[in-house]
DNA sequence: ATAATTTGACTATCTCTGACTATTATATCC
DNA sequence: GGATATAATAGTCAGAGATAGTCAAATTAT
């Protein structure tokens, strides 16, 4: 008990209770529990994994950080109304390619949809003012993802 | 901690917000945001690629100067030229879809991705005033053909 | 025993700088 | 007016620093 992952894990929840997207240090939290930064790759691993409904991005080098989202629907709402929900309005071309990515490591689509969907949102293709991209994309990301999701019932 | 890069990357595209190619003196920009100059040609290379849709053209000496200029589109095989070609600036439904199905019909992409194309370039999908949707649609599906054929370069 | 956890060494990637190089414009000399 | 020197830019590249990732061995829990 009182695993040092369970609490790394019971940690990052507490953190995501407001908010359904986190950006940490790893060194930093490494530090914090007093354990090696690797430790906290195993705990995202085993615990944050896609199966979780979670998706990580990170970045590395000087700024580095960790991102955490919880991908969870609530039980009654369909995943294609929690991801639409996620989409919403508006959404910046990092997070709808994360999207993409989920779908993929869902296996909700194959690696080559996914990139077409990347390559629908992307900056190149939206040729907007910069405020608007977002908008739009948002209505295109929405439109795929219903028609993803329809394939699905058919398959 | 913003990286300096990123604060860099995000204050060019600002400037590019209005117009599509800016020119600028890479010792003031530097300078303004007390770093080496090289930093900028960093910034450049990695968020101002061709990949990323932009072309750097600079001069040195007195008056010289850095211009950064946003692609509208890539280059690339010739039956992609064609295409590319024949969606052109604008582009309706109707013929948007009949690229679609084209491409399903050679094989160049599944079912699935057909639909796919088919729903990012639906009416749906666009909401913007009727005369902007075909100009939209067409630059959406270039950036989809683009990435078609990127495929099966790689495949 | 078996499975889960924890660590550490090694690797990969991203950022930033500084020294050195290349190019262009302008001033100066004849 | 042409050649040459000087100043004003920008480009390149290797290396240091800052993060994060991977994986297998050691440890601990069940």
């Known amino acids: 008990m009182a695993q040092l992952s369970d609490s790394i894990e019971q940690f990052i929840k507490e953190l995501m209770e407001e908010d359904a997207q986190i950006e940490l240090k790893r060194n930093e939290l490494a530090q914090h529990f007093g354990c090696a930064p690797s430790q906290i790759n195993y705990v995202l691993a085993t615990r944050f994994s896609v199966d979780h409904g979670y ?7 000087g ?9 969870t629907h609530p039980s009654g709402s369909s995943l294609l109304e929690t991801l639409l929900n996620r989409v919403g309005n508006s959404i910046d071309e990092e ?9 993929y490591e869902r296996k909700l689509v194959t690696k080559n949809e996914a990139l077409l969907i990347k390559a629908a949102v992307s900056r190149n293709a939206l040729q907007l003012p910069v405020s608007a ?3 739009l994309r948002a209505a295109v ?10 394939n699905l019932e058919e398959g």
């Open 95 to 103: 997070s709808a390619n994360a999207i993409a990515a989920f779908l």
């Open 55 to 61: 998706i990580i991005e990170s970045r590395r080098g």
């Open 141 to 150: 990301l929405r439109n795929m993802l219903t028609q993803v999701f329809r």
């Open 133 to 135: 991209k977002d908008v």
């Open 63 to 71: 700024g580095g950080y960790v991102r955490i989202v919880r991908m």
